[in-house]
């Protein structure tokens, strides 16, 4: 039974700073998604991470800091520049992650042996209140099991880990963002590449830096970083899956792939209002009806859930939207989680 604590409580959270502090992972809120959090200097505790989630190793963790001051009195990186130090500056503590040049003190098993190390300093207050009160890093992969839809809430982390033995989730509310963070390498004074599109939109990123600044954007299960016969889990093919069949198709495309298939018993996912309409769509949910990117993001994965849960819904058919701004980001996901047709 995973025990859900109440962060106003201290004894509760010396409960999770003492399971924290044997090497446990708890699950914790970010703004971002829940993380499953663990000591990110203990082997033993990140392979207690990679044991619950069912992820491979070839997989990297992203390592929490409290902010660029422990990041230096820790000594987990070498070879920070300007850039980064102006992409901290702008975006920490927040959904941006950056990846280092990694020192020896930060374990193999969490870079999958990689000599960067991804880093970010989160912004919700109970993530923050557990750094603080722990004084070393933990890394906190999406606390979900492999490939399945990342978690925005202490119920749908249950849901996910509880049956494989979870301890722990601390309730912290709804993630304010509902997506991941961007994570970011630097690759020169004036050229960074977007490693995976996330909650900070390249817009956002080019605004900080200046428009002279080159984006490079890693291509979803390209694997660059990883050996080609094991695409690295986050930038492959098939993730943020719901269990029932998810297409992604152009507004213009919906009616006659509905005229075209056998399904009768059809969730819309919209991201903004459409005009669409078949009599094989039973529920339609638009993410935005005021057209607010923020606001879409922050319930894609709770509502591909609460979709996937429906009993009377068979497939869900996601209707494309523009690639601007955290466009990018969510048509990531849903490219991910869709099936080839
Ligand atoms: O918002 C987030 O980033 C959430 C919350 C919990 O902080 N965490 C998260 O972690 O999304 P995860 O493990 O689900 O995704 C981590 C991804 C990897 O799949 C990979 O794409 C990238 O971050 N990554 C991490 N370390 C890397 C490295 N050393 N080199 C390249 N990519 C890395
Ligand atoms: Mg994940």
Known sequence: MTILINPRDGNQIEFVLRRLREDEAVALPTE????????????????????????????????????WEQLESLQLVEGYTPVHQKLTRA????????????????PDLCTASTPYVA????????????LENLKEPLAAPSANRFKSISPTCAQDVVDELGPFGL?????????????EST??????????????????SQ??????????????????????????????PGQSAIHYAPKKPLYLLNEDEVVAFLNNSSWTQVALLEIFPSHIQ????RRRECLSPSRFWSEAAARLFAT????????????????????????????DRLERAAQKH
């Open 119 to 130: 880093l970010r300093a989160p912004s919700h207050p109970v993530f923050r209140k557990i």
């Open 167 to 179: 301890v722990a989730v601390v309730d912290g509310g709804v993630s304010s963002k509902g997506i």
């Open 278 to 281: 078949h009599p094989a769509i």
């Open 32 to 67: 971002t998604v829940y993380g499953l959090a663990a000591r990110a200097l203990s082997t033993r505790a990140l392979a207690r991470v990679f044991e619950l989630k069912a992820r491979p190793t070839f997989d990297p963790l992203i390592v929490h800091v409290l902010d």
């Open 183 to 200: 994570v970011v390498k630097v690759l020169s004074n004036d050229q960074i590449e977007i490693v995976r599109q996330g909650a900070i």
């Open 304 to 331: 591909m859930r609460l979709l996937d849960r429906d009993p009377r819904i068979d497939v869900l058919l996601a209707v494309r939207c523009s690639s601007e701004q955290l466009g990018a980001a969510i048509l």
């Open 91 to 106: 975006f920490w503590p927040g959904p941006l992650t950056l990846l280092f040049q990694k020192s020896q003190r930060v």
């Open 203 to 232: 817009e956002d990123l080019i605004s900080c830096l200046g428009a002279s600044t080159r984006v490079l954007v890693r291509k979803s299960g390209s694997g660059a970083v990883l050996p080609k016969e094991h695409e690295a």
